[in-house]
């Protein structure tokens, strides 16, 4: 194990608060940052193209927001509960998003772009690596407790 479940929802907390940061901010830098463009040429994907004054960046921003700061939960309490229910719903979502960006390329500019795929396939590894570092967690706690006593009746 690399890093713990917790250091990876701090991770993705950073990541999440850099990029809306960048957003509020600089939109067309984050549309296109050279991971971006890679990931959107090497799918054949259209670039997307932010101006300062566009409402679907301070939508993007908030949601992306509100996702971060439901890993801050996770950081801040010891309840690793919430993220065993919580990141195969995130993974399948991201997963699903990405997909949607990659095979309606053309029909839909506003989500079959370079930036809403990079940022879902960003989330679709992240979410997938919490998942795996969760498993080997919970199965290290596990060989740790040792099997249930029996009793003989």
């Given at each position: 194990?690399?890093?713990?479940?917790?250091?990876?929802?701090?991770?993705?907390?950073?990541?999440?608060?850099?990029?809306?940061?960048?957003?509020l901010?600089?939109?067309?830098?984050?549309?296109?940052?050279?991971?971006?463009?890679?990931?959107?040429?090497?799918?054949?994907?259209?670039?997307?193209?932010?101006?300062?004054?566009?409402?679907?960046?301070?939508?993007?921003?908030?949601?992306?927001?509100?996702?971060?700061?439901?890993?801050?939960?996770?950081?801040?309490?010891?309840?690793?509960?919430?993220?065993?229910?919580?990141?195969?719903?995130?993974?399948?979502?991201?997963?699903?998003?990405?997909?949607?960006?990659?095979?309606?390329?053309?029909?839909?500019?506003?989500?079959?772009?370079?930036?809403?795929?990079?940022?879902?396939?960003v989330?679709?590894?992240?979410?997938?690596?919490l998942?795996?570092?969760?498993?080997?967690?919970?199965?290290?706690?596990?060989?740790?407790?040792?099997?249930?006593?029996?009793?003989?009746?």
């Amino acid at each position: 194990m690399i890093l713990s479940s917790k250091n990876i929802c701090i991770l993705h907390f950073t990541l999440l608060n850099a990029i809306v940061y960048k957003l509020l901010t600089n939109p067309a830098e984050v549309s296109g940052h050279a991971f971006v463009f890679i990931i959107g040429r090497a799918m054949r994907l259209p670039d997307a193209e932010f101006k300062e004054d566009d409402p679907a960046v301070g939508l993007i921003a908030i949601l992306l927001l509100y996702l971060g700061v439901s890993d801050l939960a996770t950081i801040v309490t010891t309840n690793s509960r919430f993220l065993e229910v919580a990141v195969p719903f995130r993974l399948m979502l991201a997963f699903t998003v990405s997909g949607f960006a990659y095979l309606t390329t053309g029909s839909n500019i506003a989500i079959s772009n370079s930036m809403v795929f990079a940022l879902s396939f960003v989330e679709v590894v992240l979410q997938f690596w919490l998942y795996i570092t969760l498993l080997e967690e919970t199965s290290t706690a596990a060989q740790v407790q040792g099997p249930p006593e029996q009793t003989l009746i």
